[in-house]
């Protein structure tokens, strides 16, 4: 074992293991450096670096390795740097010849003046605002790795090479570690250690006095202003903000922040901040940004667009709310069919939010909503967990000052905020990024798409995205959804025993509708080419208002399937437009195993002559009908030219024909059940024996009734024979002055 003369042991030994004189023998001097009056810790480094080099000097020439080379190199590269315990302030300015920022103290060559101090603090003035930021240049090895540790789990902050830099404001969420770090080296009497950790322990306790006096003032108050609005956010904080589009709330973590400046030159604080959201194929990390503009004077922080949790007024109801939204975000993974009341919105070409009501059926669908819409803004989702620590180097900090089963840190030791301030004493808890790994992580559920995963906790549910991306099918537009109004769906599997049809021609629409639905348990029919004639194709055709459309949506009720209605006038003309439009809405249909209804399919099915555009409309829809995997029923007033083409493609045709009298009775009585005004429900038994044999359809029946439910609602009175009479000689009166006379019993017959 080799070791270093006896002559200087024992000085070295006892330098090291003293501890530093007490802080009333240090001073700042004019120059702006901290200097060790006595030079005791100076000397002690000197004799250390003489050691260090007359062991070095007794090896053997063949005795160095490719480590012990790379060893000596970082010695080398180390030498000279941190021996002055001490730390200098520079000033750095923007040199318009250079045209980047440099310090206004020149520096000497070599190693410089700069690296042989612990520290350098090192004010920038900024060459628009002239407004000083303060970083803190490392160059102590010592006080480094203790940084490194501290923000290991900070987003957006870099500690790497070997004198990093870190900006003054990071550090003052780091007071209460840093104090810890120290306060640990103290206990364990490494001496160089604890003067390097207490110096800058020293330095960053004076730069913030003030700012601590000011901000606890403010505190108190629920107040805050724009100027110290950094020093609210420490790193990983839970903020709690709204949706944009919704005004939904929303919890997020913060990552860090920057300043910038409009067109206007007004300034605004953008955080740049993280959640966990879904792509529709897995959970993962997710990130976004929001601006609090500036303002003028104190203002409450709850009044924030974005401001920490635990400023909420109801801070616990509102995390409860958000875990609640969060276990609904992660069961609508996937392809969804629900009720929805509220907000949804889309963001236009222009990056402007367009917001729409909806009250009705959607289907929620990230995957498809992304294929229909990929210029609309979505977040990239990344499979890491939001919660989980951020995986660092192995750090070359001092083995004592690494926490252990056996010396944990104290992480509940006083910090700025657990002491009085004018009376009053306020309490910070710690954040995840200063506990230990085992409570500061979570699982690593990512890459997952299970809406039951039991990996998923509560802080994670709190961070959830506060929308879903999906499809309104009554205003055909794919649009987000606020998670909190997505409702299941109260169904009614009884409507289609209303429909006034033959009793044989229901039976048949129900047998094929449930063929289709449960081919995959017995795919008993297949056609010769793979891919075609796999869905179900029924014709209704007949006068209006007879229960066409009606059919189609008491099925799909009945059979709990979406209906995904599309008019014709929706597809257009243009062969080309109705191919892509066509092939779109059949993907769509087949993918979310919906009943497809196109209304007044008119064009569609007429007989193909010398009309080239008709020609092609036709050949087209053919084609594609051809191809779709699901149950469409096509609608039309009119038969009389019928292309041979598309019989052969219709599984059933069901010719509709005037409702006669019972079937009106039937469709009055059904329609007046629901004319409830405030004064009460009307006679409806009467009603529909008095309005039998008024030959209306079942459309106008429906539009009648609820005229005149609005009409007695007016006039505080229930739905009257006179309300409807009323109305109903008001209509025929109209068709008699449009068509001329006998044109209403020509629409009451059907050829």
Not at 342 to 351: A, C, D, L
Not at 420 to 448: F, I, N, R
Request: proline share 5%; hydrophobic share 35%.
């Amino acid at each position: 074992m080799l070791s270093a003369p006896d002559t200087s042991l024992p000085l070295a030994s006892h330098l090291l293991s003293t501890p530093p004189s007490s802080s009333g023998r240090s001073t700042i001097s004019d120059s702006g450096t901290l200097e060790i009056e006595n030079g005791e810790m100076a000397l002690a480094a000197h004799r250390v670096d003489a050691i260090e080099k007359h062991v070095e000097e007794r090896l053997p020439d063949n005795h160095p390795t490719e480590v012990g080379d790379a060893e000596a190199q970082d010695k080398k590269s180390h030498a000279g740097r941190a021996t002055t315990l001490a730390y200098k302030r520079v000033e750095e300015a923007w040199d318009d010849k250079a045209y980047k920022y440099k310090i206004v103290e020149a520096t000497q060559s070599g190693v410089g003046d700069l690296d042989q101090y612990i520290f350098v603090a090192r004010d920038r003035i900024d060459r628009t605002t002239q407004d000083k930021t303060t970083f803190i240049d490392i160059k102590s090895v010592i006080l480094r790795d203790v940084l490194r540790e501290g923000c290991r789990d900070f987003r957006g902050i870099s500690l790497t090479g070997d004198t990093p830099t870190i900006d003054l404001k990071v550090v003052f969420h780091l007071r209460s570690f840093l104090r810890c770090r120290r306060d640990t080296a103290v206990t364990t009497r490494n001496t160089l250690s604890q003067s390097h950790l207490s110096l800058f322990v020293t330095y960053v306790e004076a730069e913030f006095q003030s700012t601590d006096k000011q901000l606890c003032g403010l505190i108190e108050r629920n107040e805050i202003i724009y100027d110290l609005l950094w020093a609210l956010f420490e790193p990983n904080v839970k903020v709690f903000t709204t949706c944009a589009g919704t005004d939904a709330p929303r919890c997020v973590l913060y990552n860090h922040h920057e300043e910038g400046e409009l067109m206007d030159g007004s300034k605004f604080l953008c955080l740049e901040t993280r959640f966990l959201a879904t792509n529709g194929k897995f959970f993962g990390e997710s990130t976004t940004r929001i601006n609090i503009p500036f303002f003028q004077g104190a203002k409450r922080i709850d009044f924030l667009p974005a401001y920490p949790l635990q400023y909420h007024q109801d801070c616990d109801g509102i995390a409860q709310k958000l875990i609640k939204n969060g276990r609904r975000f992660t069961s609508l993974a996937g392809i969804h069919h629900r009720q929805y009341e509220g907000v949804g919105f889309y963001v236009n070409n222009k990056g402007e939010i367009v917001k729409h009501h909806v009250d009705g059926r959607i289907m929620v669908d990230a995957v498809g909503f992304k294929e229909q819409k990929p210029g609309h803004p979505q977040p990239v989702v990344r499979k890491t967990n939001p919660r989980q620590s951020t995986p660092t180097p192995t750090s070359t900090v001092d083995a004592f000052l690494r926490p252990s089963a056996s010396r944990p840190f104290d992480f509940q030791a006083p910090c700025l905020y657990d002491q009085p301030c004018d009376g009053v004493t306020m309490s910070l808890k710690p954040s995840a990024s200063h506990l230990p790994d085992s409570q500061a992580s979570s699982p690593d559920w990512t890459g997952l798409l299970s809406s039951d995963s039991k990996e998923l906790e509560d802080e994670d549910l709190l961070i959830c995205g506060p929308t879903v991306l999906g499809f309104c099918l009554s205003a055909k537009m794919f649009l987000e959804f606020a998670v909190d109004h997505v409702r299941d769906i109260t169904w009614s599997p009884s409507s289609y025993d209303n429909i006034k049809l033959p009793e044989a021609q229901k039976k048949a629409i129900w047998a094929l509708t449930q063929m289709y639905c449960c081919r995959d348990k017995n795919p008993s029919f297949k056609d010769f080419v793979q891919g075609k004639g796999r869905g179900i194709n029924f014709l209704l055709y007949g006068p209006p208002g007879v229960g066409k459309t009606l059919t189609a949506e008491t099925i799909a009720e009945s059979c709990k399937l979406p209906l995904y209605t599309v008019a014709a006038g929706q597809i257009g003309v243009d062969p080309v437009r109705v191919e892509n439009f066509l092939t779109t809405t059949f993907k769509i249909a087949g993918r979310w195993k919906a009943i497809l209804l196109i209304d007044e399919a008119d064009v569609f099915l007429a007989q193909r002559s010398d009309n080239p555009q008709i020609n092609a409309l036709v050949s087209v829809f053919l084609r594609e009908l051809e191809h779709f995997d699901g149950v469409l029923f096509l609608t039309t007033n009119r038969v009389q030219s019928f292309d041979e083409a598309m019989i052969s493609r219709i599984h059933l045709a069901l010719k509709y024909q005037p409702l006669d009298q019972e079937a009106r009775k039937a469709v009055w009585k059904h329609f007046l059940d629901q004319a409830k005004t405030s004064r009460g429900s009307p006679d409806t038994a009467k009603l529909a024996d008095e309005l039998a044999d008024t030959k209306l359809n079942g459309r106008e029946i429906r539009n009648t009734v609820f005229t005149a439910c609005s009409i007695a609602e007016y006039g505080g009175t229930v739905v009257e024979l006179s309300h409807l009479e009323n109305l109903i000689h008001a209509r025929e009166q109209f068709q008699h002055d449009f068509h001329g006379a006998g044109v209403v019993e020509s629409l009451n017959s059907y050829a």
